[in-house]
C-alpha cells in the first residue's frame, strides 16, 4: 500500500475519532448544566425565599421536589432509552430540563416554581439515565472508554462545586431568577449539536412493550423512600409518618420484585443482578455518595457557619479540589485502569477520600484555610477524581448494549438513594451531637463544630465499607498496554 493510500484510509478514521471526542464533550456539557443545578439552587435558597415567601418547612419543597422526580424516575427513563433508542431520550430529557429552566426562570409563585422544579427533575433523570449508554455507544475500546469515563465522572463529581461558586456569583451580582435562565443558552446549544454529533440508534429490536405494572411499582417505591428520607429529620425517624412510607414504599418494592419475574419483557430483568461487578459498583455507589455528599454539604456548612466564610469564598474554597479533581479524573485515573485494572484504583481512591473526611473531622473552630482545609480537600479531590472512573466502569462494562441504559438507570439510582439517606442520616447525627453538647453546656460554635466531626467520622466510615466492598468482590482483569494498542488500532 502507498504512503498516500494509507493517508487517505487513516483519514476516516481520524475524522470520527475526533467526532466521538467532540460528542463526548457536548454530552458532558448536557449533564454539567444538571449537575451544577442541584447545588447551585441552595445557595440562592435564602433569597428565594425572602423573594416568594416562602416559610421554613415549604421552602424545602424546592429541592425536595427536584429530588423526587430526579431519583423516582431514573430506572424508568433508562429503560426507554434501551427500548427506544439512547439519543432520542438524552434529547427528549434535555428539552424538559431547558422548557423547565424557563419556568423557574420566570416563577412569580411558590406554585409555579416547585411544580417547575418537578419538572427539571423529571428531564434531568432522564439525562443521567441515559448518559452513560451513550458514553457506552461511542467507545467501545477500553482505554478510549477508560478516558471517556473518566471526563464524564469529573463532570460528575467536580459539578457540584462548580455550582456552589457559580450559584453565588449569580446571587450576589444579579438575581435568583438567573441560576435558571441561564441554562436556557446552554440547553438550546446542547441540544442542537447533540442531534449533530451524538449517535442515532432505534433502541433494541424484537418486542418493545413497556412492563407499565413495573414502571408504576418501582417509581412510586423510590419518590415514597426519597420523601420519607429527605423528610425524616423534620418528621422523626420513629414517627408514623417515615416509618409508614418507608413500609408502603418497601412492600410496593416487593410487589415489582414479584412483576418482574412473571412479566415476559420485564422492566429491570433481575438477572441483572447476577453480574457480580455490577451489583458491587450500585453497593458501593450508595456508600460512596453517602460519604460524598457529607463531604460537600457538612464542610460547606463548617465553611459558613462556623469559619463564617460567604457563600463566593465557599465556593472559592472548592477550587483547588476541583483542579487536583481534573487531574486526576482527566488524565491519571485511565493510565491507573489501564494499568492495574478496576479494583486497585476504585479502593485507593476510596481511602483517600476516608483520609480527607478524617482530616475535617479534626478541622478547629478557629480553622486556617491552608492548614485545616485544604489538606481534607486535597485528599478528597484526588480520592474522587481516582474512584469516580472505576465505579461506572464496573457498573457499565459487564452489561450488553441492550441493557446499558437500565445499567445506567440502576447506577446512577443507587447515587441519589446514597446521597439522600447518607446526608439525612449524617446530617441527624451532627444536629444530635450539637444538641447532647448544648444540653451539656458546650458553648454554641464549638458544640456546632463538634456535630460536624462526629458526621465527617461517618462519612469516613462510608468511604471505608465502599472500599472494603471493592475489594473484595470487584472482579477485573488488568488491561495491558499490549492489549490497549491492539484494541485501539482495529
Known amino acids: 500500500m502507498s504512503a498516500d493510500n494509507s493517508q ?131 467507545f467501545t ?32 451580582q444579579f438575581d435568583w431568577h438567573w441560576i435558571f435562565l441561564v441554562n436556557i443558552p446552554i440547553g438550546a446549544a446542547v441540544i442542537a449539536l447533540s442531534v449533530a454529533l451524538l449517535p442515532s440508534s432505534q433502541g433494541q429490536g424484537g418486542d418493545r412493550r413497556l412492563d407499565v405494572g413495573g414502571a408504576i411499582t418501582i417509581t412510586t417505591a423510590l419518590m415514597l423512600a426519597i420523601y420519607a428520607i429527605v423528610n425524616g429529620n423534620e418528621a422523626g425517624w420513629t414517627s408514623a409518618q417515615t416509618l409508614g412510607l418507608l413500609a408502603v414504599a418497601a412492600a410496593l418494592f416487593g410487589i415489582f420484585l414479584v412483576i418482574e419475574t412473571r412479566v415476559r419483557v420485564p422492566l429491570v ?62 488524565g491519571i485515573s485511565a493510565k491507573l485502569v489501564t494499568r492495574f485494572g478496576i479494583k486497585r484504583p476504585l479502593v485507593a481512591g476510596l481511602l483517600f477520600a476516608a483520609a480527607g473526611l478524617l482530616l475535617f473531622a479534626r478541622a478547629p473552630v478557629d480553622g486556617n484555610f491552608v492548614a485545616d482545609v485544604l489538606p481534607p480537600m486535597l485528599a478528597l479531590g484526588i480520592g474522587a477524581g481516582i474512584a469516580f472512573n472505576p465505579v461506572l466502569m464496573a457498573a457499565m462494562n459487564d452489561v450488553t448494549p441492550a441493557e446499558s441504559g437500565l445499567a ?64 473484595i468482590f470487584i472482579r477485573t482483569p488488568v488491561v495491558s498496554p499490549q492489549q490497549v494498542t491492539e484494541s485501539t488500532s482495529v
Open 408 to 471: 445506567s438507570g440502576i447506577v446512577n439510582t443507587s447515587f441519589m438513594m446514597g446521597g439522600a439517606l447518607g446526608l439525612a442520616v449524617l446530617a441527624s447525627v451532627a444536629a444530635s451531637a450539637t444538641d447532647g453538647l448544648l444540653a451539656g453546656g458546650v458553648e454554641q460554635l464549638v458544640a456546632l463544630n463538634r456535630g460536624y466531626h462526629a458526621a465527617f467520622l461517618g462519612g469516613a466510615v462510608f468511604a471505608v465499607l465502599a472500599a472494603g466492598a471493592g475489594a
Open 8 to 138: 487517505d484510509a487513516s483519514a476516516p478514521h481520524g475524522q470520527h475519532d475526533r467526532r466521538r471526542w467532540f460528542a463526548l464533550a457536548v454530552l458532558c456539557l448536557g449533564v454539567l448544566m444538571i449537575v451544577l443545578d442541584i447545588t447551585i439552587v441552595n445557595v440562592a435558597l435564602p433569597t428565594i425565599r425572602e423573594n416568594l415567601g416562602f416559610s421554613a418547612s415549604s421552602l424545602a419543597w424546592v429541592i425536595n421536589s427536584y429530588l423526587l422526580t430526579s431519583g423516582g424516575f431514573l430506572l424508568l427513563g433508562g429503560r426507554l432509552g434501551d427500548l427506544y433508542g439512547h439519543r432520542r431520550l438524552f434529547l427528549i430529557g434535555l428539552a424538559l430540563f431547558t422548557l423547565a429552566s424557563l419556568l423557574c426562570g420566570f416563577a412569580d409563585s411558590q406554585f409555579v416554581l416547585v411544580f417547575a422544579r418537578a419538572v427539571q427533575g423529571l428531564g434531568g433523570a432522564i439525562v443521567d439515565a441515559v448518559a452513560l449508554s451513550l458514553i457506552v455507544d461511542l
Open 269 to 330: 430483568p433481575l438477572g441483572l443482578f447476577r453480574l457480580r461487578n455490577l451489583a458491587t459498583a450500585n453497593v458501593v455507589g450508595v456508600l460512596w455518595a453517602a460519604a460524598m455528599f457529607a463531604w460537600f454539604f457538612l464542610s460547606a456548612q463548617y465553611m459558613q457557619l462556623v469559619l463564617h466564610y460567604s457563600p463566593l469564598q465557599v465556593g472559592l474554597a472548592f477550587v483547588p479540589t476541583n483542579v487536583v479533581m481534573a487531574v486526576m479524573s482527566l
Open 141 to 172: 475500546e477500553t482505554n478510549d472508554r477508560a478516558k471517556a469515563m473518566g471526563v464524564y465522572g469529573f463532570v460528575c463529581s467536580a459539578g457540584g462545586s462548580i455550582g456552589a461558586l457559580l450559584g453565588g456569583f449569580l446571587t450576589d
